[in-house]
């Protein structure tokens, strides 16, 4: 069975809200989001992609709170705007719905978000694609963040 996938097609859906944990504007940002676009989730062993926080109608502060990152930083885009930085750059969005209820502190709204290519999900993050994601990333800091 294949990880689900949002309907980014749904207009009500342009709307709303992806959180990922972590300062967009850090000089390493870029190697590290290459880094964890690989890194591989041994309970979505199909998927790729980065980690976000995702859930129709919630707010920034919503998916914050759940997250309760350790991150000093967090970034947050609108999934229209990240579909268009994606595409100026020739590529897609895909947000695979990857719930973890079973971690210390559950994150029910998780989501893997990778990129494509002509339907096809790549399998590293490109450069451009990766700047095109932390150049529409609002970067806040984090009013939850939690001791490592």
Do not use: C, W
Not at 65 to 77: N, P, T
Not at 124 to 138: R, V
């Amino acid at each position: 069975m294949s990880t689900p996938v949002v309907d980014l097609s749904q207009t009500t859906i342009l709307g709303e809200i992806v959180l990922r944990a972590g300062n967009p504007t850090d000089p390493n940002a870029r190697r590290s989001m290459k880094a964890a676009y690989e890194r591989l989730d041994p309970i979505y062993p199909d998927t790729i992609g980065l980690s976000v926080l995702f859930h129709p109608g919630a707010t920034v502060d919503e998916l914050a709170r759940e997250g309760s990152f350790r991150h000093l930083k967090l970034g947050y885009a609108m999934v229209s705007q990240l579909m268009l930085a994606l595409a100026q750059v020739g590529y897609e969005l895909i947000l695979f719905v990857t719930p973890h209820p079973e971690l210390p502190i559950p994150l029910p709204d998780h989501h893997s978000l990778a990129v494509a290519r002509n339907g096809q999900v790549e399998p590293k993050l490109a450069d451009e694609a990766a700047d095109a994601l932390l150049h529409t990333l609002t970067m806040m800091d984090n009013p939850y963040q939690t001791k490592p």
